[in-house]
């Protein structure tokens, strides 16, 4: 009987394997503090997760009474999931020690400023995380770091071309 072959997930230097990024984030907010945290989970969605299934594009953080909420993070059901599945879009709490709840509260109540999650992965086998806050962008600095970022390409491309003459 012949064995198949896994997905293979590709481990980051730090000892972590990806499950998604929050690549809109980048895009519409300047991320100013980053802060790792757990993530409580049910069984079916840790098993969907272990499978690569997730989403955080309209995903935010919200403080309620001491504690830090992951709102609008979608984890599908399981496929093999039977009755016991969970919800796919329902609120998750996440794992933070009170100090760093205070010290994010107190940033994230300022004007302007918010909780995004830039990315989920898995750390030592547990889910976690990656908390930011963040500031909104306006269209023209969206346009700005646009040319910044094609002005860097163009010069790693000159580099690029030199290194080989």
């Known amino acids: 009987m012949a064995k198949t072959k896994k997905k293979d997930k590709k481990e980051n230097p730090d000892g972590t394997v990806n499950i998604c990024r929050n690549r809109r984030a980048f895009h519409d907010y300047e991320i100013l503090d980053t802060l790792e945290c757990g993530i409580v989970l049910v069984g079916t969605e840790v098993k969907s997760l272990r499978d690569g ?16 909420w992951l709102i609008g993070a979608e984890i599908p059901e399981y496929s093999f999931g039977n009755r016991l599945n969970h919800k796919p879009k329902r609120p998750r709490k996440l794992l933070l020690h009170r100090q760093e ?4 509260a107190g940033k994230a109540s300022e004007r302007g400023l918010t909780l995004v999650p830039l990315r ?11 908390l930011a806050v963040a500031r909104g962008k306006q269209a023209h600095d969206k346009r700005e770091s646009l040319k910044k970022a094609d002005a860097r390409r163009e010069m790693d491309r000159a580099m690029a071309a030199r290194r080989r003459q």
């Open 53 to 68: 299934y997730a989403s955080l594009e309209d995903a935010y953080a919200r403080i309620d009474d001491g504690e830090v």
């Open 101 to 104: 709840i205070a010290k994010f």
């Open 120 to 130: 989920m992965y898995f750390k030592g086998g547990k889910a976690k995380v990656e």
